[in-house]
């Protein structure tokens, strides 16, 4: 029989011994975990790599916002200027008279394309003429409006021999030969309203004022006389008020033009050709007395007219391309009579003007983000008047053709100034139309 002080001491030790392998068992058979502080690691780590991805896509979209923000700066020279051109070449008054526009060029957007982790990118598409609007209109935006003062000023010269007389063979004239030189000079001061009714129709209100003076020098021969006259005539007042709509036919896509239709009234508001006073006693009738000139020179052209046109606008990075196609419609009058000295009227009929077709064309390039030049050619050819339905016999067709150049400046976001000039290339064009305008967004 065992002692029982012996044996718990050994039961004891056994029971810890079998504790202690059962525990270092259990340690080599568990799996291996990281601890709290492994997991807090990984995770912080994770943070960061989230942190640095963040802020590398909030790098692109801060450069992707300052290169949208020069492309709306562009596009806004773009539209003013484009605005400018649409304007300048559907304004053509009746007396297609030249005029000069300035143009930007439209640039594609530039730098890093922003996308989105773990989505595959879209596929590459051609960029719009204007990205950043939702369909946008190059002529006046709706609910807008702009005004634009502008001054204009004409030179033109003209050398005339008139014959009154017959010939008894080539060498021998007997009669009268009258040798004249008209210098005429034009300025208007115009105000053009234009409002925008919708993403694509505007309407336009221009307003001009008129002064005007001419100066005629004179030879007659075989009068007894060979010293030169002078006779001189001026005129200032309100001139014929004009009326537009355009409308923008299409939405192209990169690489088609816009495409824009107007249709323009010119009323009578101006001083009537028939209503001022004409040196005409004995002129008009063939004798050699008298000048048969107006005493006082009219504002307007006496005559409606309806112009109904089309224009196409091309961007070309960094050109922009246009032209533009117009016809004139002048509506006769009927029962004319013009006034003459000593309060009398000398009855003329029924008078109607020439029809006008219009064709013009050229291209604008971008110098930098405020600036730009262009140059274009407008032609016109002008049937000839009918008096009493019958082709007067001293009208003929006459062709006009100017070379324009103009250059524009952006001042601010609203106001630009355009400055255009335009030299004439046939012997009935005006010599020289200068033309400044400050056209400015509301």
């Not at 916002?65 to 605005?83: C, I, K, N, V």
């Not at 060029?105 to 990205?131: D, F, K, N, Y």
């Not at 009326?243 to 009323?267: C, E, H, T, V």
């Not at 067709?397 to 324009?404: F, G, K, S, V």
Request: hydrophobic share 35%.
């Amino acid at each position: 029989m065992q002692n029982p002080s012996l044996s718990r001491p050994l039961l004891m030790s056994g029971g810890l011994a079998l504790m202690l392998g059962a525990a270092a068992v259990q340690a080599q058979q568990a799996p291996a975990r990281p601890n709290t502080q492994q997991r807090i690691d990984n995770l912080q780590r994770q943070l960061d790599e989230h942190r640095q991805e963040i802020e590398r896509l909030r790098s692109q979209v801060s450069r992707q916002e300052s290169s949208q923000q020069a492309l709306q700066e562009r596009m806004q020279q773009t539209q003013d200027a484009a605005r400018t051109t649409a304007t300048a070449i559907a304004a053509q008054p009746a007396t297609a008279t030249a005029g000069a526009v300035a143009h930007a060029a439209p640039v594609e957007a530039q730098g890093p394309r922003l996308v989105q982790v773990g989505v595959a990118p879209a596929a590459a598409e051609a960029p719009p003429v204007v990205p950043m609007f939702d369909q946008p209109g190059i002529l006046t935006p709706p609910g807008r409006y702009v005004l634009e003062p502008s001054l204009q000023y004409g030179y033109s010269s003209s050398n005339r021999v008139a014959l009154v007389g017959y010939t008894i063979i080539p060498a021998l004239l007997i009669g009268l030969v009258d040798v004249r030189e008209v210098k005429r000079n034009t300025l208007t001061a115009a105000l053009t309203g234009r409002w925008g009714l919708s993403n694509r129709l505007e309407a336009e209100l221009r307003v001009p004022y008129v002064y005007r003076s001419d100066a005629s020098i004179s030879r007659e021969i075989f009068t007894g006389s060979a010293s030169e006259q002078s006779f001189s005539s001026r005129g200032h007042a309100l001139g014929d008020v004009e009326m537009a709509l355009r409308y923008q036919l299409n939405q192209p896509s990169a690489d088609r033009p816009y495409l824009i239709g107007s249709l323009r009234f010119k009323s009578r508001t101006g001083k009537d050709p028939f209503d001022v006073v004409t040196d005409c006693v004995t002129r008009c009738i063939g004798n050699t007395t008298g000048t048969g000139l107006p005493l006082d020179l009219p504002t307007g052209s006496g005559f409606y007219s309806l112009q109904p046109g089309l224009t196409w606008l091309m961007a070309s990075d960094p050109a922009v391309f246009f032209g533009g196609i117009s016809y004139t419609h002048n509506f006769g009058r009927s029962d004319v009579s013009r006034r003459v000295l000593d309060g009398q009227r000398e009855y003329i009929g029924s008078i109607k003007p020439g029809n006008i077709w219009g064709l013009n064309f050229g291209m604008g390039m971008a110098l930098n983000d405020r600036s730009s030049f262009s140059m274009g050619i407008d032609l016109s050819s002008i049937g000839r008047t009918k008096q009493n339905g019958t082709p007067v016999a001293s009208s003929v067709r006459t062709q006009l053709a100017t070379l324009l150049m103009g250059y524009s400046y952006r001042l601010s976001q609203r106001t630009t100034l355009n400055v255009s000039v335009g030299a004439g290339l046939t012997r009935d064009t005006p010599d020289l139309t200068l033309t400044v305008r400050l056209p400015m967004s509301f």
